[in-house]
């Protein structure tokens, strides 16, 4: 399981075209479900609002690389 919490951003693992999500696309974890097993997470158009909120099995989101995180 992967250990996400709420406000982390994901990536998508597979695409959800009925919602216009691409693999790859950017979301923001919005509730932790069963300890990890799946994740609410909404995912924002360019014009800044809401394009779709979708429970996701973990095995459908992975971390990105934040390298502005990281210390040097």
Do not use: S
Request: hydrophobic share 50%; aromatic share 6%.
């Amino acid at each position: 399981m992967n250990p996400f919490a709420e406000l982390d951003t994901v990536q998508l693992q597979k695409a959800h075209p009925e919602c216009g999500l691409a693999a790859g696309a950017l979301g923001t974890v919005v509730l932790v479900h069963a300890q990890g097993e799946a994740y609410e997470v909404e995912f924002i158009g360019l014009d800044g609002h809401t394009q779709a909120v979708l429970t996701l099995p973990a095995a459908e989101v992975a971390a990105i690389a934040q390298p502005w995180r990281q210390v040097a």
